[in-house]
């Protein structure tokens, strides 16, 4: 690898200091229409978004929803109105995994290499990355909620309801940081899945997502208190169908702007500074 190849990011993040917000605002719109045009060169890219909410919302109510509901007193139709507000946290996780892969393969097709010899704000190019996955996300929420009235979940908060998509996006955007780190960082898209995987798994499960926490060995529900996914998932409940809100949203909100805080900045600096 040349001289100049090397020096390319430096120079990029020296000149990164000299553009303004107008210019970031102008390059982070620009590289979110290449994004999206990339998505619709490849359309396939859109199946997690849209095929996940429907099969994982039809799994979970109608495999589960009649003895987990009975547990909470009612039968299946309690259960959907318990599991639907809770599953904003599982696709805001979901999606968050898909911008370290896409990250990582970008690097690897030498895209990345392309946009960091530009003039450009480098941060233009992370932040146009969550642009189109908070795009995917809503997409993906929206299509989760459409199935959840279809199997008989009941909205009568829509103002609930909009600020439980509002929430899940913001904590969605925090873990998005998480997994941009991780796509800079490792060696393979394959390998950023499998941390996503090994990460994504004990803290949707051990979340009280899918079903209530109080059945749950006791050294478990300890973890569940401090998983952020307990937090938003009951936040989006008590907004959407009724509940203590306040403590849980607090929580969800500080941990949203604390990891967004200590990631984001790891993110644009590994991005610059990565050879």
Avoid: C
């Avoid at 890219?45 to 799994?59: E, G, N, Q, W």
């Avoid at 109608?62 to 007193?73: D, E, P, R, W």
């Amino acid at each position: 690898m040349s001289a100049t190849t090397l020096s390319a990011p430096l120079k990029a993040g020296q000149d990164d200091a000299r553009i303004g917000l107008r210019g970031h605002v102008r390059h982070t719109g620009a590289l979110v229409r290449r994004n999206l045009l990339w998505i619709r060169q490849d359309p396939e890219s859109m199946f997690d978004a849209v095929l996940m909410p429907i099969v994982f919302t039809l799994l979970f109510v109608y495999v589960f929803g009649g003895s987990i509901g009975q547990a909470l007193g009612g039968g299946q139709d309690q259960y959907v109105q318990y599991v639907v507000p809770g599953m904003m946290a599982m696709m805001s996780m979901n999606i968050a995994m898909a911008v370290g892969t896409g990250f990582n393969q970008d690097f690897q097709n030498g895209i990345m290499d392309r946009f960091r010899t530009l003039p450009i704000g480098q941060g233009s190019v992370l932040f146009a990355k969550i642009v189109v996955e908070l795009m995917r996300l809503l997409i993906a929420t929206t299509i989760m909620m459409i199935v959840g009235v279809l199997v008989g979940f009941d909205i009568t908060n829509w103002g609930g309801l909009f600020a439980s998509v509002g929430l899940a996006a913001l904590f969605g955007t925090s873990i998005m940081w998480i997994f941009l780190v991780l796509g800079v960082s490792m060696k393979s898209a394959q390998s950023v899945q499998a941390m996503g995987f090994l990460v994504l798994m004990p803290l949707q499960f051990g979340s009280s997502i899918f079903a209530p926490t109080q059945s749950m060995p006791g050294w478990l529900q300890g973890f569940t208190d401090y998983n952020p996914l307990s937090s938003l998932a009951d936040s989006a409940r008590g907004l959407m169908v009724g509940g203590p809100v306040a403590h849980d949203l607090w929580v969800t909100v500080g941990w949203s702007v604390g990891l967004t805080l200590v990631m984001a900045p790891i993110a644009i600096h590994k991005f610059r500074t990565k050879n």
